[in-house]
């Protein structure tokens, strides 16, 4: 990011703003909302910016700015018309360290103002970086519309009663899950409908009805899609913002990572072919501890859990030792892959089937039934097949598919990355040869593929 986005309080700080128009004047009150002291520096005053003397205390200084203007000030605004003076104000206040944004002229910034939504003291801000301001105006008012001004006074609600909550629920992990449940649950509502006096009495109820007992955790088994985070489903979002930690395997993209609880414990497990982070009765043990550890632990695979995930031997443990659990399913990767590669699991022309394998090497072997996934008018959609490509397609024709049948490989689909490559099951072996191929990879065997250059719709980034 090319900006940091921070928060800086400015009440009773001295703050420079050199012009007095138009522009100068939002500005001013922009500053004037954060209760800043505000200087305005300019030849003329607009009579714009002089009716805003008393509602915002302004200090007058006419004359043209000069580098020896700036000094003790915590920011400095530049909003002239004047190349000149706002190279001027931006060369001294950066020569001093002082914060210095220059209206319309990004490169001369070191801080910008962002799009505000104020919902006191709830404050969100979006910014383009000077990039695109009309498009942070734009997702503001969208963020506008999904953020009620009653979200302020649940805040200020909570503010009323922390210091109460933190002497009453001495664990902290108890403390964030009681908060949870007041900003999502009945207490909220009562904000919401304007009934504050009912809400500060149901407040005041749970928090004498809370035990500093240490409580049993839960597991989330979160299904994580094929790869694109925004194909995540809201419970899962949801789950993976309360979750103190956050078990993870190799396909879970560093995007949907990033859309856990920030300060959640993240674990890596992942299991690649011949290299094992933790082998699967590890895993196991480690949610069940965890749980029993009073932790809230999500559970993050790529796909769905319960497709090639082994999402039922986790469960399992976790039933075993009375662990609580939720499953979230995920679009799995036969039905992401395949549609963003344009390409139907199943069409009335074509397959009346669908069949899901996995394609994992064993003694050099592939263990399938290969008589029924040869038979026609199906389709095979391969899991885990890149490295025992050769194999399937050998086998397949040994027991009568068509040499000519189409196969499709799906690298990274669903993502920016994504990658489609087509063929037979005498060529694809050959042509995928002088290719670097990167997994995660899907394979789909059978006459479908023929339809994917006609329906492909999903561009990627990919450039061959």
Same mark, same amino acid.
Request: proline share 5%; hydrophobic share 45%; with cysteine.
């Given at each position: 990011?090319?900006?940091?986005?921070?928060?800086?309080?400015?009440?009773?700080?001295?703050?420079?703003?050199?012009?007095?128009?138009?522009?100068?004047?939002?500005?001013?009150?922009?500053?004037?909302?954060?209760?800043?002291?505000?200087?305005?520096?300019?030849?003329?005053?607009?009579?714009?910016?002089?009716?805003?003397?008393?509602?915002?205390?302004?200090?007058?200084?006419?004359?043209?700015?000069?580098?020896?203007?700036?000094?003790?000030?915590?920011?400095?605004?530049?909003?002239?018309?004047?190349?000149?003076?706002?190279?001027?104000?931006?060369?001294?206040?950066?020569?001093?360290?002082?914060?210095?944004?220059?209206?319309?002229?990004?490169?001369?910034?070191?801080?910008?103002?962002?799009?505000?939504?104020?919902?006191?003291?709830?404050?969100?801000?979006?910014?383009?970086?000077?990039?695109?301001?009309?498009?942070?105006?734009?997702?503001?008012?969208?963020?506008?519309?999904?953020?009620?001004?009653?979200?302020?006074?649940?805040?200020?609600?909570?503010?009323?009663?922390?210091?109460?909550?933190?002497?009453?629920?001495?664990?902290?992990?108890?403390?964030?899950?009681?908060?949870?449940?007041?900003?999502?649950?009945?207490?909220?509502?009562?904000?919401?409908?304007?009934?504050?006096?009912?809400?500060?009495?149901?407040?005041?109820?749970?928090?004498?009805?809370?035990?500093?007992?240490?409580?049993?955790?839960?597991?989330?088994?979160?299904?994580?899609?094929?790869?694109?985070?925004?194909?995540?489903?809201?419970?899962?979002?949801?789950?993976?913002?309360?979750?103190?930690?956050?078990?993870?395997?190799?396909?879970?993209?560093?995007?949907?990572?990033?859309?856990?609880?920030?300060?959640?414990?993240?674990?890596?497990?992942?299991?690649?072919?011949?290299? &094992?982070?933790? /082998?699967? @009765?590890?895993?196991? #043990? =480690?949610?069940?501890?965890?749980?029993?550890?009073?932790? $809230? *632990?999500?559970?993050?695979?790529?796909?769905?859990?319960?497709?090639?995930?082994?999402?039922?031997?986790?469960?399992?443990?976790?039933?075993?030792?009375?662990?609580?659990?939720?499953?979230?399913?995920?679009?799995?990767?036969?039905?992401?892959?395949?549609?963003?590669?344009?390409?139907?699991?199943?069409?009335?022309?074509?397959?009346?089937?669908?069949?899901?394998?996995?394609?994992?090497?064993?003694?050099?072997?592939?263990?399938?039934?290969?008589?029924?996934?040869?038979?026609?008018?199906?389709?095979?959609?391969?899991?885990?097949?890149?490295?025992?490509?050769?194999?399937?397609?050998?086998?397949?024709?040994? &027991?009568?598919? /068509?040499? @000519?049948?189409?196969? #499709? =490989?799906?690298?990274?689909?669903?993502?920016?990355?994504? $990658? *489609?490559?087509?063929?037979?099951?005498?060529?694809?072996?050959?042509?995928?040869?002088?290719?670097?191929?990167?997994?995660?990879?899907?394979?789909?065997?059978?006459?479908?593929?023929?339809?994917?250059?006609?329906?492909?719709?999903?561009?990627?980034?990919?450039?061959?």
């Amino acid at each position: 990011m090319d900006y940091f986005p921070v928060f800086v309080k400015l009440k009773d700080q001295e703050c420079l703003v050199v012009g007095a128009g138009e522009i100068a004047a939002r500005k001013i009150e922009l500053l004037a909302r954060a209760n800043a002291k505000i200087t305005v520096l300019a030849e003329d005053i607009s009579p714009q910016v002089k009716s805003l003397q008393g509602s915002c205390q302004l200090t007058f200084i006419q004359k043209s700015f000069a580098a020896t203007d700036l000094r003790n000030y915590r920011l400095v605004v530049s909003a002239t018309n004047r190349k000149e003076t706002n190279i001027l104000v931006a060369k001294t206040a950066d020569e001093q360290k002082i914060l210095v944004n220059v209206v319309d002229n990004p490169e001369l910034c070191s801080f910008i103002f962002p799009a505000i939504i104020d919902r006191s003291p709830i404050i969100a801000a979006v910014s383009s970086g000077g990039a695109a301001p009309v498009l942070a105006r734009l997702l503001r008012a969208k963020i506008e519309s999904i953020i009620p001004p009653a979200y302020g006074h649940l805040a200020k609600l909570a503010e009323n009663f922390r210091a109460d909550v933190k002497e009453h629920i001495k664990i902290p992990a108890q403390r964030r899950i009681f908060w949870e449940n007041v900003f999502q649950g009945p207490i909220a509502e009562l904000i919401f409908a304007g009934n504050l006096a009912a809400a500060k009495e149901q407040i005041l109820q749970s928090i004498k009805q809370q035990k500093n007992e240490a409580s049993l955790g839960e597991v989330y088994l979160i299904g994580a899609g094929p790869g694109a985070p925004d194909l995540l489903t809201f419970r899962a979002l949801r789950l993976m913002q309360q979750a103190d930690v956050i078990v993870y395997d190799h396909l879970v993209s560093p995007e949907i990572l990033d859309l856990a609880r920030r300060d959640s414990e993240k674990i890596y497990v992942g299991k690649e072919r011949h290299k &094992h982070t933790l /082998p699967q @009765d590890s895993i196991n #043990a =480690l949610l069940a501890d965890l749980a029993l550890a009073g932790k $809230r *632990v999500v559970r993050l695979k790529g796909g769905d859990p319960f497709i090639f995930g082994r999402g039922g031997e986790e469960i399992e443990t976790l039933m075993q030792q009375g662990i609580n659990f939720q499953v979230v399913p995920g679009i799995t990767a036969a039905s992401g892959c395949a549609t963003y590669a344009g390409i139907p699991l199943t069409h009335r022309d074509h397959a009346q089937s669908c069949t899901f394998v996995t394609g994992h090497l064993k003694n050099n072997t592939i263990n399938l039934n290969w008589t029924q996934l040869a038979a026609p008018n199906q389709t095979i959609v391969i899991y885990m097949g890149l490295v025992g490509l050769e194999k399937i397609c050998q086998s397949l024709m040994a &027991h009568g598919s /068509p040499s @000519d049948l189409p196969i #499709a =490989l799906i690298q990274q689909g669903t993502t920016s990355q994504q $990658r *489609v490559i087509t063929g037979t099951l005498a060529t694809m072996p050959t042509i995928i040869a002088g290719l670097s191929i990167k997994p995660p990879t899907l394979i789909i065997i059978g006459t479908v593929v023929t339809l994917h250059d006609k329906l492909s719709w999903y561009h990627s980034q990919y450039v061959d």
